[in-house]
């Protein structure tokens, strides 16, 4: 075994001017008030490597050009489509009658596990909510959901860094559309 160059990695990747041509996963990902640029710019990074369709950032969560955003994702901004608004629950209502399936990545009364994500209607598309590190989704917006994901804890804290447990989620949620349907291994 020997660790690949960064030439032979690039030669399987997507470049910008063909990344219409890719196959990506019926998933919107909405930033519900996010408040540090380096969760955004890593979840930039992230939905990238995950070929997710849009990433909406809402209310104060910070957008480019914000310098840290931009370092932290590394040109993902270019990659991956993105559009900011002000109200996330307009925003979600919007989606919701557009026919997607809307959910939050928190603890609620209801959730169900990442790995169980499967169990959904994969037939629809996909809205999952990110919410804000300490306050989490907006009451409002989980009133307005259909299901919640969580990451089960086994330690002392009660979660995980916000751009960790998208990272964890959006990849498993990413394995389950690959598993169920061949277009998008």
Not at 65 to 92: Q, R
Not at 107 to 136: A, M, R, V, W
Not at 142 to 170: H, M, R, W
Request: proline residues 4%; neutral net charge; charged residues 25%.
């Amino acid at each position: 075994m020997r660790k690949l160059t960064h030439d032979e990695i690039s030669q399987n990747r997507l470049k910008i001017d063909t990344l219409h041509k890719a196959k990506k996963i019926p998933v919107t990902v909405v930033l519900d008030n996010i408040r540090s640029s380096y969760n955004v710019g890593s979840i930039f990074r992230t939905s990238d490597g995950a070929m997710i369709e849009k990433l909406f950032l809402c209310g104060y969560t910070p957008y480019p050009p914000n310098k840290e955003v931009l370092k932290t994702a590394l040109g993902a901004t270019e990659s991956v489509n993105w559009e900011h608004t002000d109200n996330i629950v307009e925003l979600v209502k919007t989606l919701k009658n557009e026919g997607f399936l809307i959910g939050a990545l928190e603890q609620t009364s209801q959730s169900i596990p990442h790995y169980d994500f499967e169990k959904l209607d994969l037939t629809k598309k996909i809205c999952l909510i990110i919410g804000n590190e300490i306050k989490g989704v907006n009451d409002k917006v989980i009133e307005l959901c259909d299901f919640a994901l969580e990451i089960p804890q086994y330690g002392i804290k009660q979660s995980l860094n916000v751009a960790v447990a998208y990272g964890i989620t959006i990849f498993r949620i990413r394995e389950t559309y690959a598993k169920c349907f061949p277009e998008y291994a």
